[in-house]
């Protein structure tokens, strides 16, 4: 076998610009990948939901509603049963 010259060699690569950093495999993975599509959905809603809000559309959040609904059932309860 013919002994490899310096022109027919392989670089060897430049290990630094080679290996991503743990934070540009997180993004490519946020920009690319199923999370990350879901997290900019996410985002989404959250910015539109804070401008309707700032616009003064705010709703009640769900948790108000559930503990006034477990507050008025209770309330229901008390006065049966104590009556």
Known sequence: MAAMTEQQKPEEPDEDAEIPSLRDEIRTAAQYGIAGR????RREKIRAEIE???R????VPTWV???VLVAFVTGWVLLIVLA
Do not use: Q, T, Y
């Open 38 to 41: 879901w997290a900019a959905r």
């Open 52 to 54: 309707r809000n700032r």
């Open 56 to 59: 003064g559309e705010f709703k």
């Open 65 to 67: 509603l559930a503990a």
